[in-house]
């Protein structure tokens, strides 16, 4: 019966003896109480309950148990005589010091069972942040992350630096602004990216690659402002072939079931489109930067859109660049042609850099004092929602419902989105968020045997968009089947670590909808897009705005989880439940993993580190049981969580002996407490 009330005492221990809280930084886990049945029933619950560590001198990380040693036990004052002879003969015992076993309450073998572990959380703190920084390395690595270009820094005619001021915190939205137009194929796209610093826009020797607008901030000494590209202006009729020509727009690739005249009736449109988005650009701006062709000379093209601007746009500063005058003889030259416009033409070169800094110059004489902001509080932190997928499954439809304005070109042309299509957007409770609208994303197989290099860089920038934004909401079309390439999508999404909502676009075409239909619908897309179970779903429908207001209500909630950071003891509580519901799995030697600590080292995403006996004992079924019951008890909707294991740091035989001698040096109020921990 002794021995009954014994292991029903050592049961209860068992149960405190996990990440117990205590009120100092330093904080001890006895892994294991060794009870011998020949042991007397005279050791008090009190004395096997896990009690709060002493701010000791020395914290050794590893103690040796006072609670055993060859299977005896010790109590009240035999404690304190046990550890002066131990002290006493501890050069005896590092001679002849013999292996042990120790016995768990099932009779399993048990290594290193009778050791403590001693928690600084100061330097478990330290290590788990050194642990997220060593997996974002090598997931960088995985990913083969591309560094982020810096700006560089401009010369004005290769003669004086202009360096940046200290930057002010303006938003986009009120920032002078400078639209770039012009034909297709004249350099608007690279010069763009000399002005903005980096490749924003995609730069290829074809006609038609921008179609959109594409906003970047540029600076020219005191001056700050916005940078719009736009797609080139076809305002002379042409025939179909020849739009079909100027835009490069393809009739094979991805556009097999749309109808013949459906695909032609939205080729003919997209040249007024592309239009509509430049007029769009010069309206809102207050300089005009009319971009020419030094090397073709002068077209009936620029002509006309020369004159569209002097009839319409007078009031505003318009300038000429004549581009792709790399050469400093013939620029002046290639210049000259174009003084019958009634402008002053400036010859520059977007690929070199030459001229850029004497354009620059008039582009800051005409903006507007009037335009410049004042002094600003610093802005609120905008999360950046990029909408990705496949295409053809609505993406600009939704970023135009959202925003409630023709923001991107919309047609079912496949591929008419090139670029990453910044949109600054105000949500229905007030918080600004940046919608980011990208190209469709196809496999890689079909991509590479297009043997398009714009496809190529648009999917690649759809990608950089996925790395750079907070939350991604993933559309599908809800009468398409979900493909492997949606399950690809999500694979990358969570391997970035990105929040993520699915979208279920085009909600209203599905027939005889009842109660049951999303349920279904549901557990169809949990069992293809299984990676992202955490995801909540929204159906809509962007042509009609349908439930398009709970695309952002869902965004935001999503990213205040992504954000969120749990407080070390609500942590290790849950932990502590966890195991005590589900004890990880012994091995076949016996061997049993525990948690000594965890803590959250970091947000977006909510990462953390479990300090651990041997993180090789923990299987990947049981890492997924402790996911799930972190999500179950501390939630974290809609965002990826990293788990990292840490194994206990090994230490020498002598560990324990040290530890021991370090106790002995303790004043004797102090040392009796420090054994009966």
């Known amino acids: 019966m002794a021995v009954t009330g014994e292991m029903a005492a050592f049961s209860l221990s068992k149960s405190f003896s996990l990440l117990s809280p205590t009120p100092q930084n330093s904080r001890t886990f006895s892994s294991f109480f060794s009870i011998s049945s020949s042991s007397s029933s005279s050791l008090s619950l009190s004395n ?37 002879k131990e002290v006493e003969d501890d050069d005896d015992e590092e001679e002849e010091e013999e292996e042990e076993e120790y016995l768990d309450d099932e009779g399993y073998q048990s290594e290193g069972a009778d050791e403590e572990f001693v928690i600084d959380e100061e330097e478990l703190e330290a290590e788990a942040r050194v642990a997220v920084q060593e997996f974002s390395t090598s997931l960088s690595r995985e990913l083969k992350l591309e560094e982020d270009e810096t700006n560089l820094h401009r010369e004005s005619g290769g003669k004086q630096r202009r360096q940046r001021t200290v930057p002010k915190n303006v938003p986009d939205h ?47 000494g005191d001056h700050e402002f916005m ?70 000379g002068v077209t009936s093209g620029d002509v006309e859109i020369a004159d569209w601007l002097r009839k319409n746009y007078s ?80 993406k600009s439809s939704i970023l135009n419902a959202l925003v409630g304005e023709d923001r991107t070109i919309v047609s079912p042309v496949s591929g ?69 390439q949606d399950y690809k ?16 676009n085009k909600w209203d075409t599905i027939p005889n909808k009842n109660q049951e239909t999303a349920t279904v619908y549901e557990q169809d897309v949990r069992q293809k897009i299984r990676n992202l179970h955490w995801a909540p779903i929204v159906y809509a429908a962007a042509i009609s705005g349908q439930s398009i207001d709970k695309i952002m209500v869902a965004a935001s909630i999503v990213e205040k989880e992504r ?65 799930k019951q972190l999500r179950t008890d501390a939630g974290f909707a809609g965002t990826p969580i990293r788990l990292l294991w840490r194994s206990r740091r090994k230490s020498g035989k002598d560990a324990g002996s040290s530890a021991i001698k370090a106790r002995a040096n303790f004043p004797k109020n102090q040392r009796k407490e420090a054994v009966t921990l």
């Open 315 to 394: 009031k505003k500063n318009i300038i000429l660049a004549v581009n792709k005058c790399e050469s400093p003889s013939k620029g002046l030259m290639q210049a000259s042609e174009f003084w019958s416009f009634g402008l002053s033409p400036i010859p520059v070169s977007a690929i070199s850099g030459s001229g850029t800094g004497e354009l620059l110059d008039l582009v800051c004489l005409g903006l507007t004092k009037n335009e410049e902001p004042g002094d600003l509080e610093e802005e609120d932190y905008a999360p950046s929602i990029a909408i990705v997928g496949r295409p053809n499954v609505g």
């Open 48 to 84: 096997l309950l896990l009690k709060p560590s002493l701010n000791l001198h020395v914290r050794p990380s590893v103690l040796r148990s006072p609670f055993s040693n060859g299977g005896i036990e010790f109590s009240g004052e035999n404690q304190e005589e046990q550890v002066e």
């Open 227 to 296: 940078v719009i590209d736009t797609g080139g202006v076809m305002t002379i009729s042409k025939s179909q072939e020849d739009v079909f020509e100027d835009l490069n727009v393809s009739t094979t690739i991805g556009m097999e079931g749309i109808p013949l005249a459906t695909r032609e009736a939205a080729v003919a449109r997209m040249p007024s489109q592309i239009e509509r988005q430049a007029a769009i650009a010069v309206e809102e701006s207050s300089v005009i930067m009319f971009v020419v062709d030094g090397q073709a």
């Open 563 to 627: 954000s969120r950071r749990l407080s070390t003891a609500t942590l290790n509580q849950v932990v502590r439940e966890a195991v005590a519901f589900k004890a990880p799995p012994r091995t076949r030697a016996g061997k049993r993993g525990r948690v000594y600590y965890c803590t959250q080292a970091a947000i977006r995403p909510p990462t953390f580190v479990f300090f651990v006996n041997d993180a090789k004992l923990f299987p990947e079924t049981y890492r997924r049981y402790m996911e």
């Open 416 to 484: 008419t989105t090139r670029d990453a299509i910044d949109t600054e957007f105000m949500g229905p409770n007030g918080q600004k968020f940046r919608l980011i609208d990208t190209a469709g994303i196809r496999r890689k197989a079909a991509v590479a045997s297009s043997g398009s290099t714009t496809e190529a860089l648009s999917v690649n920038r759809a990608i950089r968009a996925i790395r750079r934004c907070d939350v991604v909401a993933l559309v599908i079309e809800a009468m398409a089947c979900i493909t492997e």
């Open 489 to 504: 999508i999500a694979e990358r999404i969570e391997m970035e670590g990105k929040g993520c909502l699915i979208v279920v």
């Open 174 to 220: 009120l920032l002078p602004k400078v639209a770039i137009v012009g034909r297709p194929n004249v350099g608007k796209s690279a010069l763009f990216n000399r002005l903005v610093g980096g490749n924003r826009a995609i730069v290829v020797d074809e006609p038609g690659v921008t179609r959109d607008r594409l906003y970047g901030r540029s600076f020219w």
